[in-house]
């Protein structure tokens, strides 16, 4: 069973500020890297991903940062908007045949007018 | 809209009971992954099907299974339902079923009470 850890479990942060949401793995052997973002109601929805080959990827607000010496891959979201308030999780995967795709514990992120 | 449909939306049933979830996956998608999500255990997956056979399994408990039919849609069957075992539940679908290079696409999720 791959273990990954997120954190920090919620997020309130102020519009226009920076969130900034951390995933922690084990398997040292995933290769593909990507955040989920749920809202309410819905289910969750693919939002950015990235590869090991890269450090660094960014679309639009969104930025994943990708440490492979720590383990960890990070989220970072700029300009926080209120629609942006929902739920994040990761769920790092290796492509070896079928394998589970396992998420993270999930981040609740709440951005204040 | 994901293009996954789940039905029902809502479910209510009493404990020891049995229910079916339904999910109609993306056109296209040859396999399908059903996922519970409740508070205190996060979003765990149960199984994967591609094109009909079972291809991974999670923790899924012995009194639930599911099933792939032909035309591609699946069920997930929950007996000798437990309170415990109300949550959400989620199908997602994808084309081949790696999810490396594709995108796993959601339903909105069957919400299951058990009174």
């Known amino acids: 069973q791959q273990q990954v850890k997120q954190s920090p479990q919620s997020l309130i942060v102020q519009k226009g500020g920076i969130s900034i949401i951390n995933c922690a793995y084990e398997?040292?052997?995933?290769?593909?890297f990507p955040w989920y973002q749920q809202f309410p109601g819905k289910g969750p929805a693919l939002l950015i991903a990235?590869?090991?080959?890269?450090s660094e990827k960014k679309e639009g607000r969104f930025t994943i940062s990708f440490n492979k010496s720590a383990k960890q891959f990070s989220l970072h979201i700029m300009d926080s908007q209120p629609g942006d308030s929902a739920t994040y999780f990761c769920?790092?995967?290796?492509?070896?045949?079928?394998?589970?795709?396992?998420f993270g514990t999930g981040t609740r992120l709440l951005v204040s007018p | 809209d994901s293009g996954v449909t789940q039905t029902p939306k809502h479910l209510i049933t009493a404990t020891g009971q049995r229910v079916t979830l339904r999910c109609s996956p993306r056109?296209?998608?040859?396999?399908v992954y059903w996922y519970q999500q409740s508070l205190d255990q996060g979003l765990q997956f149960l199984i994967q099907?591609?094109?009909?056979?079972?291809?991974a399994k999670g923790n899924i408990l012995e009194r639930f299974s599911a099933q792939q039919f032909p035309d591609l849609h699946s069920e997930l069957n929950l007996s000798s339902l437990e309170l415990g075992d109300s949550a959400l539940y989620f199908c997602?679908?994808?084309?081949?079923?790696?999810?490396?290079?594709?995108?796993?696409?959601f339903g909105s999720g069957t919400q299951l009470s058990v009174l």
């Open positions: 056109s296209g998608d040859l396999s």
């Open positions: 099907y591609y094109n009909g056979e079972e291809r």
């Open positions: 398997n040292t052997a995933f290769d593909y």
């Open positions: 769920a790092p995967y290796l492509n070896t045949g079928f394998q589970k795709l396992v």
């Open positions: 990235i590869r090991p080959d890269v």
């Open positions: 997602a679908s994808s084309v081949s079923g790696q999810p490396t290079n594709e995108k796993l696409f």
